[in-house]
């Protein structure tokens, strides 16, 4: 199951997973926020404003769906203390409340992802204050208290100005558990800070140092007594050693007739990382990592916990992966993963993500369809979210940025769009609109799509459609004619219709892209280069 994707409910997707196969579990879940968050898609220069779109929703209410999954976690033997005790007590504390919805729900994953870790394995759970008090019984709950290594305070933001009658909260929780008392553990040392960087006062064509005492004086275990370059002293080493050092450009000779030991910056391992980071910035709208999707969080965060918690070849899980920075880092780190999250946004920003960053990567992608009967299944389950998970997934089979945001509702025939230049040398690109039809596709709709041509930059319609289009419909599709670029050579059908079979066909929409930068749908991630391993010089 490793360097997969899936799209699904965490909870479905590590039911399936095997007892004891992953080495490393980080997960970045909602937060209870109790609001919404947007994705945010850029558009090319020259394309009209950014395009936002909900990505998901942060709110928790009691109700069915959290009494059912409360009473599956009191049955679950894996629960343990969790089930029997720890549930039962908190919702006799908290009532059958928002608070209590959002805590059943990571009770009974966090007790499924206690079941797939190794006995070396660990959990970091990313969080906020919110609910942070209570997510830290639910673990002690899930692992048993003893497994409690950290809290680790990430600072992520600087001040906030709207705090009234508090202080500003301007910091994460991460909580760190272990399956056993013997976890993967690889020490992480970070920068010196600024402070202490100024005491490496001196610099010779080594670089920066400070020296160090090479006197036995006052030392328990006595020294060597000689005289060295004409300075007598009570030395700690012998001197061979101090000749070895002299050769080597260590000594540092002061004014005052000493011998100290030149100590480099450079060779210093840092200071062992402690549980509160401040050295880490988040991602902001200038950040070049930033790909547009709410709540991602920085590369440097996830190395740090991955290569702190786990090996090369160890398997890193992220349930709820988001636009994939676990994943991401995984990967770069020679880490095998497994990424989960719910919408089809997330998945497909990931999959882009990932190739982008690594062009020669092989991954799978579980859960999302591979036949038309299983596009039918994910438009006709689940209600209106089911129908809108078909149309992100639709629009991120041709490449194209959703444009029909679920909170919103009415479907004006505009699910999606894919922006394309008509020359290299064109100011603007244009649109070609996406209307997605999962299910009988009115009579009118050509007619519709036909009356969107010419307008806000649309020159091309796509219809993607599950049924197959009437005779009538593909007629009154060409009566529109076709688009034609400024090289007087190259021509495309205004009104396209693809069906989702055309597409696992193998059929794309026709039209080319002449963008001196290639298509720019969703924000690149940057190449990852592998760093070459330095050489022996001599
Ligand atoms: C806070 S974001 C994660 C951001 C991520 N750490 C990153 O850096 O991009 C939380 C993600 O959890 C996903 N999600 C929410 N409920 C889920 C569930 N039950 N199963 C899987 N994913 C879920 C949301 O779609 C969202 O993408």
């Not at 994705?39 to 109700?63: L, M, N, R, V």
């Not at 009191?74 to 209590?100: C, H, I, V, W, Y």
């Not at 002293?233 to 001197?239: E, F, L, N, T």
């Not at 930059?457 to 993607?464: P, R, S, T």
Request: net charge neutral; proline share 5%.
């Amino acid at each position: 199951m490793t360097n997969t994707l899936h799209y699904g409910d965490c909870l479905d997707v590590l039911r399936d997973m095997e007892d004891a196969s992953v080495d490393l579990i980080y997960l970045d879940p909602p937060f209870n926020s109790n609001r919404d968050y947007n994705a945010f898609f850029t558009s090319p220069k020259g394309g009209e404003s950014h395009a936002q779109i909900t990505a998901f929703e942060d709110t928790w209410h009691w109700g069915s769906q959290a009494e059912t999954e409360y009473a599956d976690l009191l049955k679950n033997p894996d629960a343990g203390q969790l089930g029997e005790t720890l549930m039962p007590a908190l919702r006799s504390f908290l009532g059958e409340n928002d608070m209590m919805a959002y805590l059943t729900m990571m009770a009974s994953r966090l007790v499924e992802m206690h079941r797939v870790l190794k006995d070396t394995g660990s959990l970091y759970l990313h969080c906020d204050p919110t609910a942070s008090h209570y997510l830290k019984i639910v673990l002690d709950g899930a692992f048993g208290p003893t497994s409690f290594k950290n809290e680790i305070v990430w600072k992520r933001t600087s001040s906030h100005s709207d705090s009234i009658n508090k202080f500003s909260r301007i910091h994460d929780v991460i909580f760190f558990y272990s399956k056993s008392n013997k976890p993967i553990w690889n020490k992480i040392f970070i920068d010196y800070d600024d402070e202490y960087k100024k005491r490496f006062k001196y610099k010779d064509d080594k670089g920066y140092f400070t020296d160090g005492d090479l006197s036995a004086k006052g030392l328990s275990g006595g020294g060597y007594e000689y005289e060295y370059k004409g300075i007598s002293g009570y030395w700690r080493c012998p001197v061979e050693t101090m000749e070895r050092l002299d050769k080597e450009n260590r000594l540092y000779y002061t004014k005052n007739n000493g011998i100290r030991i030149k100590r480099y910056l450079e060779e210093l391992p840092g200071v062992l990382c402690g549980d509160v980071w401040t050295d880490i910035f988040p991602i902001n709208s200038q950040s070049q990592e930033r790909l547009g999707y709410p709540t991602q969080k920085p590369a440097a965060l996830l190395e740090r916990i991955i290569r702190a918690s786990s090996n090369p070849g160890d398997v890193v899980l992220d349930p709820f992966c988001g636009c994939g920075t676990a994943v991401h880092a995984a990967q770069k780190l020679g880490r095998k993963w497994i990424g989960i999250d719910i919408t089809h946004l997330a998945i497909a920003l990931i999959s882009k993500r990932l190739r982008d960053a690594f062009p020669d990567i092989d991954f799978k992608v579980e859960g999302t369809p591979q036949d038309v009967e299983a596009a039918r299944y994910l438009a006709e389950h689940n209600g209106l979210e089911g129908r809108y998970q078909f149309q992100y997934w639709a629009v991120s089979l041709v490449g194209g940025i959703p444009a029909n945001d679920k909170k919103k509702g009415a479907d004006s025939g505009s699910d999606g769009f894919i922006w394309a230049y008509d020359s290299p040398y064109a100011k603007k690109p244009y649109k070609i609109n996406i209307s997605v039809k999962s299910g009988k596709i009115p009579a009118n709709h050509i007619r519709e799509l036909g009356g969107m041509l010419g307008k806000n930059g649309v020159e091309i319609c796509l219809l993607l459609t599950l049924e197959k289009p009437s005779r009538t419909m593909l007629k009154d599709a060409l009566s529109y004619g076709y688009y034609e670029y400024p090289d007087g050579v190259r021509k495309f059908p205004r009104v396209q219709i693809l069906t989702i079979q055309d597409l696992f066909d193998g059929k794309k929409p026709q039209y080319l892209d002449l963008s001196p930068d290639g298509p720019s749908t969703l924000k690149s991630a940057k190449k990852e280069v592998k760093k070459q391993k330095q050489g022996s010089l001599l």
